[in-house]
C-alpha cells in the first residue's frame, strides 16, 4: 500500500517485528493504539500476533479493518452478481457528481466560503469522487453493504484519491500546478488479500488516552505523534474519503472542522499526560515507544517519564525524515525505541 504518510514505520517493520519477537511469543496479543496507516499491525498479524490495533482517525480505522480482518475479498452478494471486482467497475462507470468534492476542492467549484476555487483534485477525479461516495453512503445507509463491504471501498476510495491528489505531500495546502499523476483519472485498483492468515484480530476507533483503560494485551506498541502537526489538519481530506460526509470547508485550504480529533500529543505542554494515562491505565505490563530525535521531547526528557512506571531499555535507530514530494530537510533521523517493563 503506497500512502505518504508523516511517521511511517514501514521501512522500520522488520527491526520492529525483531523486537517484538524477542519480548513476546508468537499468538501472544499485542496492542497498536495508534496504527496510522495500519503497516506495524498487518506486519505482526503476518508474525503470528493477535492484533488490537487503533486510532482516532477514519481512514486509519478503514486501513486496519482491511488488512487485519480480510483475508479474502467480501461476496458483496446484496450490491452485484459479480463479487468485489464487479462492484470496483461499477463504482468506477459511475457518472460524474458535483459535490462537495467538486464544488469545494476543484478548479470548477465554487466555495461555499467565497474563498477562490481550490485545485486540489481535476474537476473530473472530484466529481468521481462524489459519485462513488453517494454511492457507498446509499449502500451503507440502507445496509446493502456490511461494515467490512464498506471499510474494503472506503480503504480503496481513500488510495484511489490519494493517488491523484494535487498535493506536495500532506494535505494542508494543494499544489499551484498540477502534478502529472493529479491528472490521471481515478482508479479503484483492487486491494490484496492475506489469504489465510488469521483474521481473529480487534480494530476500534477513537483517542488512544480513552481506549487504554478497556484494553488488554502482553504488549503495547505506541507510536504517536512527535511534532506540533496534527494529523487532522495534514490529511482532512482523506479523512472526509473516509466518512463520506459534507463538512464545512473552512478557510484558503478547505479545512474540515478538525478539533474534535485534536492529539495531545501534538502539545509539549500536554503530551507527558497523555503518556501516563496510556501507560498508567492500560492492562499490560510491557510497552515498546517510538519516537524521532525530532519530537517534542528530548530522549532525557522521555527516560524520565517513562521511568515512573517501571524499568527503561533505550535503543536507536536509523529512520528516513519524512519528506514532501517538493523538496525539506530529507535525509535520515534517529529513531528512538524504548522498551518499558513494568
Not at 446493502?144 to 493517488?163: F, G, M, Y
Request: with cysteine; aromatic share 10%; hydrophobic share 35%.
Amino acid at each position: 500500500m503506497s500512502y505518504r504518510y508523516i511517521g511511517n514505520k514501514s521501512r522500520l517493520l522488520r527491526p520492529l517485528v525483531e523486537r517484538i519477537r524477542g519480548i513476546v511469543p508468537e499468538g501472544a496479543v499485542v496492542a497498536d493504539l495508534m496504527c496510522g496507516t495500519a503497516s506495524v499491525s498487518e506486519a505482526l498479524r503476518v508474525a503470528g500476533y493477535r492484533v488490537i490495533a487503533s486510532d482516532m482517525m477514519s481512514y486509519s480505522f478503514h486501513h486496519a479493518c482491511v488488512r487485519l480482518k480480510l483475508d479474502r475479498p467480501p461476496t458483496f452478494a446484496a450490491v452485484s452478481q459479480n463479487g468485489y471486482l464487479g462492484v470496483l467497475n461499477q463504482l468506477e462507470s459511475l457518472p460524474g457528481a458535483h459535490g462537495l468534492f467538486f464544488r469545494e476542492y476543484s478548479p470548477e467549484g465554487q466555495p461555499n466560503n467565497g474563498e477562490r476555487p481550490r485545485k486540489y483534485f481535476s474537476p473530473a477525479n472530484a466529481a468521481a469522487i462524489d459519485a462513488i461516495t453517494q454511492q457507498l453512503n446509499e449502500w451503507r445507509d440502507l445496509g446493502k453493504i456490511t461494515d467490512l463491504e464498506n471499510s474494503l471501498l472506503r480503504h480503496d476510495l481513500v488510495l484511489a484519491s490519494n493517488r491523484v491528489a494535487n498535493i506536495a505531500g500532506t494535505y494542508g495546502h494543494y499544489r499551484s500546478t498540477w502534478s502529472n499523476s493529479s491528472l490521471a483519472q481515478l482508479s479503484l485498483r483492487p486491494s490484496t488479500f492475506l489469504w489465510g492468515i488469521s483474521t481473529d484480530h480487534l480494530v476500534y476507533q477513537g483517542q488512544a488516552e480513552d481506549l487504554a483503560p478497556s484494553i488488554a494485551a502482553d504488549l503495547c506498541y505506541i507510536d504517536p505523534p512527535y511534532m506540533k502537526r496534527q494529523y487532522a489538519a495534514n490529511y482532512h481530506i482523506i479523512e472526509t474519503v473516509a466518512r463520506g460526509d459534507a463538512p464545512e470547508a473552512v478557510g484558503v485550504s478547505g479545512l474540515r472542522p478538525w478539533r474534535d480529533q485534536y492529539s495531545d500529543f501534538c502539545s509539549k505542554v500536554r503530551v507527558r499526560d497523555s503518556f501516563r494515562k496510556i501507560i498508567g491505565g492500560m492492562q499490560c505490563q510491557t510497552f515498546l515507544i517510538s519516537y524521532s530525535e525530532d519530537g517534542l521531547l528530548s530522549k532525557e526528557e522521555l527516560i524520565q517519564l517513562f521511568s515512573e512506571y517501571g524499568h527503561v531499555e533505550f535503543e536507536c535507530l536509523i529512520h528516513q525524515r519524512f519528506k514532501s514530494n517538493v523538496g525539506g530537510e530529507g535525509g535520515t533521523v534517529e529513531e528512538y525505541l524504548f522498551k518499558i517493563t513494568k
